[in-house]
């Protein structure tokens, strides 16, 4: 059964992906017309003449249809499997994908590989490779905290001014272009990255196979684990030199320790919590799993408050120096949610209205209050800690302001401690999709057929070609929820159930 379903599955993604290049040629004009507007009639004739498009259709087509006439079969033959079947499942997908990568990279020179990772297919040096190791301490060095407030918080900033001073002050000049080129080619700064490089890659791999060591299958949580360093969101952190890695690190160390009986190790989770949220505020929602556990409501509330006081000292002391204004700016981009443009790899569902044209600030807001509410409620009342800890996620990957694609490794957590569990339910399939949407290294289909793909978007509204993990990502997080929701409604109704029969006893 093992081998079949590895086989299935593994068919399934082949069949998918390799339907996509299937023309290098274009259907439709590279100049758009300059008449060209909205409306449903543009986004059909661009769908039509995109043969990719319309033979990944297809294809998806058929295999939904399957999977509903076949969906009771399969449920039977999914429930109660092993771990080590889940394990073979994402091996099998993860390499084909990486190796997929691969072969689009060797065959377009390498553009692939930088329209997956940045947008681009020009192959042209884009200043978007190390550009927050490089950018921030050039900025911080000059003392220009406000043009990276936006997108980084008064602690990390002061770790990039830190690492600035190991770097030789003359590299640091106003010429932009010229800095990046001098300092790429500087030992220093470029020996100060492999440390950075090797400081997540190990921290990385150790804590996800911290948390694999329970289902006792060695040689695949080792395999798993190192897959994990060289998934999409990993090696994006890694790529631009972002301190994400060390957040979701730390976060993960809180999340298998904080509950400890060990007075020491819960001491330190606290704090690394803390330090993890002085980084990524947005991890602080993993505090709430302290109320989840069987210590007393008085620790609880007390480690609740330990983690706030970490987590205030280091965000604030930090903006002492970074500017209190800048901190504020950094906040407030991530509760805004700015209707007027799509941003590509941002998965809240404010941004999937938004690729839809739903662009009413009113409606965005009220909708991501509403899906919000619906995880909290998840994480609340659905009784695994594995759940808590997806619904914990899911609210991350939902705050319009966490916007980039590094942060969907934070759903190595719950993939992690799904591959953990020794036993699965049919249901655990259904979150290994949603999961591994989110760290597979998709291969960039559309660049053969690109300038049709533009044409495509540009009837939403979109006027560039976001990356496939950006596009897969917007529909995995969502199937996250559904998933978190029917079992949430499946296990009320099991309660309801067991009361009625309690009471008619």
């Not at 992906?17 to 300059?34: N, Q, T, Y």
């Not at 008064?154 to 770790?159: C, N």
Request: net charge positive; with cysteine; proline share 3%.
């Amino acid at each position: 059964m093992k081998k079949k379903l590895i086989f299935f599955i593994s068919s399934i993604f082949f069949a998918f992906f390799a339907s996509f290049p299937v023309s290098a040629e274009s259907a439709i004009s590279e100049d758009l017309p300059k008449d060209y507007k909205f409306s449903l009639a543009n986004a059909v004739e661009a769908f039509i003449n995109c043969d990719s498009a319309i033979v990944g259709a297809v294809i998806f087509l058929i295999v939904l249809i399957l999977l509903i006439v076949f969906r009771k079969k399969l449920a039977e033959k999914l429930e109660g499997s092993s771990s080590g079947s889940m394990l073979g499942v994402f091996m099998a997908l993860f390499s084909f994908c990486g190796i997929f990568c691969l072969v689009l990279a060797l065959m377009t020179d390498g553009k692939s590989w930088s329209g997956m990772m940045h947008i681009d297919n020009s192959g042209e040096y884009i200043f978007t490779q190390f550009s927050d190791y490089i950018g921030n301490m050039r900025r911080t060095s000059m003392g220009e905290f406000s043009k990276s407030a936006s997108r980084f918080s008064p602690f990390a900033l002061i770790v990039y001014l830190a690492l600035a001073q190991f770097v030789p002050s003359g590299l640091v000049n106003s010429d932009l272009s010229l800095t990046y080129i001098v300092m790429m080619r500087n030992q220093s700064v470029m020996l100060l990255y492999l440390f950075l490089v090797l400081f997540t890659a190990v921290s990385v791999y150790k804590m996800n196979r911290t948390v694999l060591g329970k289902n006792g299958l060695v040689l695949k949580n080792d395999i798993v684990a190192i897959m994990a360093v060289f998934s999409y969101p990993v090696i994006y952190c890694i790529e631009l030199g972002n301190l994400t890695g060390f957040s979701f690190a730390l976060a993960l160390f809180f999340v298998l320790f904080a509950n400890s009986e060990k007075r020491a190790l819960r001491e330190t989770a606290l704090v690394l919590l803390g330090v993890s949220a002085a980084i990524t505020p947005y991890t602080l929602i993993f505090a709430l799993l302290l109320f989840f556990d069987e210590s007393s409501r008085k620790r609880q509330i007390t480690d609740a408050v330990k983690t706030a006081v970490y987590f205030s000292v280091l965000f604030f002391i930090p903006a002492v120096f970074t500017g209190f204004g800048n901190a504020f700016t950094y906040v407030k981009t991530l509760v805004s949610i700015p209707s007027d443009v799509y941003a590509s790899g941002n998965t809240s569902i404010a941004n999937l209205l938004i690729f839809f044209g739903i662009k009413n600030q009113f409606i965005l807001y009220i909708i991501t209050a509403l899906t919000d509410a619906m995880a909290l409620l998840c994480l609340i009342f659905l009784k695994s800690k594995r759940l808590k800890a997806t619904a914990a996620v899911y609210i991350i990957l939902n705050i319009f302001g966490v916007n980039e694609p590094q942060v969907y490794m934070f759903i190595l957590i719950p993939l992690m401690m799904l591959f953990s569990e020794k036993t699965h339910t049919a249901k655990d399939w259904l979150y290994l999709l949603s999961f591994s949407l989110l760290v597979l290294p998709i291969p960039t289909w559309y660049f053969f057929e690109e300038r049709n793909f533009t044409y495509f978007l540009n009837a939403f509204g979109l006027d560039y070609t976001p990356a496939a993990n950006g596009l897969f990502a917007l529909a995995a997080v969502q199937l996250m929820l559904i998933i978190m929701c029917s079992q949430l409604v499946t296990q009320m109704k099991n309660r309801k159930q067991s009361i009625n029969q309690t009471a008619l006893k």
